[in-house]
């Protein structure tokens, strides 16, 4: 995906016209006054052109399967920023622990109401607990 500002999709140079067809994805801001309608017709035009060289003299051949998303300035704006990805610490111990763990996290579970309401046997493999859980929450 690539970000490409709204001068330079107005413009739509080559070094435009590289980028969007070397792209699977091409965000740019949707101002008021821009044509939408014609900025799509001069990309066909500039694809259909293209079309018509050589095969090995033709640059465009991907230009119309990027897609592009119009977004607001604040929102393209916030594309720009980094974004912060967070890691949980990976659980140790059984399957049915790591799966109380994933229940904690996913849905705020609580293991100590979980094995209150199943029963001991259900507890050997995760797909009796599940049953159990499934029972559990139907009841409830």
């Not at 980028?19 to 044509?35: C, G, K, R, W």
Request: a neutral charge.
């Amino acid at each position: 995906m690539v970000l490409i500002p709204r001068k330079d999709i107005e413009k739509l140079s080559r070094k435009t016209l590289a980028q969007i067809n070397d792209s699977l994805a091409v965000v740019t801001v949707q101002s008021e006054d821009f044509d939408v309608n014609k900025f799509f017709r001069t990309l066909f035009k500039k694809f259909k052109d293209d079309f018509e060289k050589k095969q090995h003299k033709r640059k465009l051949s991907n230009l119309l399967q990027t897609i592009i998303f119009f977004v607001s300035e604040e929102d393209f704006t916030r594309c720009q920023e980094p974004f912060e990805v967070t890691f949980t610490k990976s659980t140790q111990g059984t399957a049915v622990d790591r799966l109380f763990a994933d229940l904690k996290e996913w849905g705020g579970l609580d293991k100590e109401k979980v094995l209150q309401s199943s029963k001991k046997e259900n507890l050997e493999s995760i797909p009796a607990l599940i049953s159990s859980l499934e029972e559990n929450l139907k009841a409830q």
